[in-house]
């Protein structure tokens, strides 16, 4: 990311104070703190398109069958359903339900606060009827 600390505070600050903004605002408050890194844009977003490419190999069941995994440092990308590497289909493992209890994590912060919001809408239209 091309931004400075300060500015990266900034733009974090001004969302807490707006609880909702659209990206459009997000990046109106990013384009006058970016610095463009043209060789790192380029890295980007040829990363971008492996990733895209990746996520489409799928079987005929549309399960993906690629993943990228973390081997020391470097990044490698297993078919799934052809590697016979115990420990790359271990790594892949690992990330997965990594990525599901993080997922895990985030819905039930969802639907405390739903909760908590729906139970303060029920309060004020209890005191009104």
Avoid: C, W
């Amino acid at each position: 990311m091309s931004l400075i600390k300060e500015a990266r505070n900034y733009i974090i600050s001004k969302f807490e104070e707006n609880p909702r903004m659209s990206k459009e605002e997000l990046k109106d408050l990013i384009r006058p703190h970016y610095i463009a890194d043209y060789p790192k844009l380029v890295d980007q977003d040829i990363n971008r398109i492996v990733n895209y490419i990746i996520a489409r190999i799928r079987d005929e069941n549309g399960v993906r069958q690629a993943f990228v995994i973390d081997d020391s440092g470097e990044k490698a990308v297993v078919h799934i359903d052809k590697s016979n590497d115990l420990r790359d289909i271990k790594t892949v493992y690992s990330s997965l339900v990594k990525d599901r209890d993080g997922r895990e994590r985030s819905i039930a912060k969802v639907r405390k606060r739903g909760q908590e919001v729906a139970g303060q809408m029920a309060l004020i239209f209890d005191d009104a009827l």
